[in-house]
């Protein structure tokens, strides 16, 4: 639960959001790993959780940073669409792709400090490996085009240690098994919600 207070709208400090890439396709098996593109279900859940991040940021507007493997650069194109990004703006990052959780937790903590809100696309296993690394979360793995928001109470991305952030379960529409909050969770809500008026 978070309760808002005069104090504690100066925390955290910084704000990481982990986003795996969005459903890719395996139609085409002479293309490379790397350049495997977003199917139709990739395609239509990635603006959905777009919105959702937006929600969520409440007008803020975070740096990207992404794998440059095709489906997490077209994921990230995506959000930036969305959060009224320029694509050039994007951050590609080739460490990202096949990454373990050591190598990431090293690339963030060479973030510029100029940004306190980070949206980082990447792939697993690394990805899910890296929000346990950095904070205590009540999830596997993270399903394509899953978020998970992580906080910090520091002032620079390079004071970030193993195990120093929150998880921010607001992601979460509702249940404690679906604290990751994957599009088809996010859609199904949605028209939960359309259904209840």
């Not at 890439?21 to 990635?46: M, Q, V, Y």
Request: aromatic residues 6%; glycine residues 4%; charged residues 30%.
């Amino acid at each position: 639960m978070f309760i808002s207070t005069a104090a504690e709208h100066l925390l955290p400090m910084l704000s990481l959001t982990l986003i795996r890439h969005a459903k890719s396709s395996w139609d085409d098996i002479t293309l490379d790993d790397f350049e495997r593109p977003l199917n139709e279900r990739g395609r239509r859940d990635a603006p959905l959780m777009a919105q959702r991040l937006a929600h969520l940021l409440e007008g803020v507007r975070p740096a990207l940073v992404s794998s440059p493997a095709l489906r997490a650069a077209t994921t990230a194109r995506c959000f930036a669409s969305t959060l009224d990004i320029d694509a050039q703006d994007i951050r590609y990052e080739p460490r990202i792709y096949e990454a373990e959780a050591a190598t990431l937790l090293s690339l963030i903590r060479g973030f510029d400090d100029t940004a306190s809100t980070v949206a980082m696309f990447g792939h697993n296993p690394g990805f899910s490996e890296l929000c346990h690394l950095l904070a205590r979360c009540e999830f596997d793995e993270m399903p394509t085009c899953a978020m998970a928001r992580i906080e910090f109470d520091v002032e620079h991305w390079s004071q970030i240690e193993r195990h120093g952030g929150c998880f921010d379960r607001r992601v979460a529409r509702a249940e404690k098994a679906e604290i990751i909050a994957g599009a088809e969770i996010v859609e199904k809500r949605l028209e939960k919600l359309d259904l209840m008026g």
